[in-house]
């Protein structure tokens, strides 16, 4: 019973520092996510297809 009481209070414990505690923390994640994702993904496309643009929104 013991161990089960300090493997629930050790995981408690760590799913509580794993997660924002703010609004600004949790934004800042976001939007440092949002960065890594938008920089992979052009550095994954092709140069020569950088000028691909929508002719009448089709």
Request: proline share 3%; no cysteine; aromatic share 8%.
């Amino acid at each position: 019973m013991k161990r089960l009481t300090t493997l629930i209070m050790l995981t408690m414990s760590t799913l509580s520092q794993a997660q924002p505690t703010t609004v600004k923390e949790a934004f800042l994640e976001k939007w440092e996510n949002s960065a890594t994702y938008l920089l992979d993904l052009a550095r994954s496309m092709p140069a020569d297809k950088y000028s691909f643009t929508l002719q009448n929104g089709k």
